[in-house]
């Protein structure tokens, strides 16, 4: 936050938030939810997305733009670990390949 001259209280009271929640966020303890990444990168002045992309979720605005694809959303996803991520990135191109072979068959 220092990058943009803006201590943990400062940004609580912009986001309407107290200072306890936002030291959560920076210790990993919790994440803020898709609203509030919005509302922190406007705060911020970050790129529409660019937060919300690092926690694993995809906002309207940008998933309306260009949806950011399933493994990418996995691999960003900051609660998941190696093994989770291989299973799921997994489980998702077999259902991809599944949904590939009944469309190809009709």
Known sequence: MAAAHMNQRALAKAAGVTPSAVSQWTLGQTAPR?????????ILSLPEGTLGRWLGYTPASVSDRAMA???????????LGERERELLT???RQLVRQRGAE???K
């Open 34 to 42: 898709p609203e509030m990444v919005a509302k922190i990168e406007s």
């Open 69 to 79: 694809s399933v493994i990418e959303a996995i691999e960003a996803d900051p609660r």
């Open 90 to 92: 997994a489980m998702y």
């Open 103 to 105: 469309q190809g068959g």
